[in-house]
C-alpha cells in the first residue's frame, strides 16, 4: 500500500505563492487518483482538488480554481499543489490523499484509501 508525505508549508504573505509536495513511497503510486484537501482550525476537511492516476484530468473546488494547480510526476512518486494568490482564508493544514476510486467522487474525503501526516499553510494579511 502507499503512503505519502507532505511537504512545502510555510507562512507566506497574501498574494504570494507556494508549492506543496505530496511524495508516495511504494510501486503502485501510478495507480491512485490523488486528491489534496485542508482543514482549518474549527472547520470540516475539504476538498481542493484532485488528479487522475495519468495526470491527465484535474478537479479543483470553487474557491481555488484558477489559482491553484496540481501536477503529478510518477516517475518522481511525487503529486504537486502549485497554489498562486494565496489568501488569508486559505490558512489551513494540506493533506493529500490516494483513492483507487473513480472522478465521481474525488470530492468525497471518505472515499480516501490512505492520507498523509498534514503540512501547514498560514497566509498573512
Known amino acids: 500500500q502507499v503512503q505519502l508525505v507532505e511537504s512545502g508549508g510555510g507562512l507566506v504573505q497574501a498574494g504570494g505563492s507556494l508549492r506543496l509536495s505530496c511524495a508516495a513511497s511504494?510501486?503502485?503510486?501510478?495507480?491512485?487518483?490523488i486528491g489534496w484537501f485542508r482543514q482549518a482550525p474549527g472547520k470540516e476537511r475539504e476538498f481542493v482538488g484532485a488528479?487522475?492516476?495519468?495526470?491527465?484530468?484535474?478537479y479543483y473546488a470553487d474557491s481555488v480554481a484558477g489559482r491553484f494547480t496540481i501536477s503529478r510526476d510518477n516517475a518522481q512518486n511525487t503529486v504537486y499543489l502549485q497554489m498562486h494568490s494565496l489568501k488569508p482564508e486559505d490558512t489551513a493544514v494540506y493533506y493529500c490523499?490516494?483513492?483507487?476510486?473513480?472522478?465521481?467522487?474525488?470530492?468525497?474525503?471518505?472515499?480516501?484509501?490512505?492520507w498523509g501526516q498534514g503540512t501547514q499553510v498560514t497566509v498573512s494579511s
Open positions: 488528479i487522475s492516476w495519468s495526470g491527465g484530468s484535474t
Open positions: 490523499a490516494a483513492t483507487t476510486r473513480g472522478s465521481t467522487v474525488w470530492r468525497d474525503r471518505y472515499e480516501y484509501h490512505v
Open positions: 511504494g510501486r503502485t503510486f501510478s495507480s491512485y487518483a
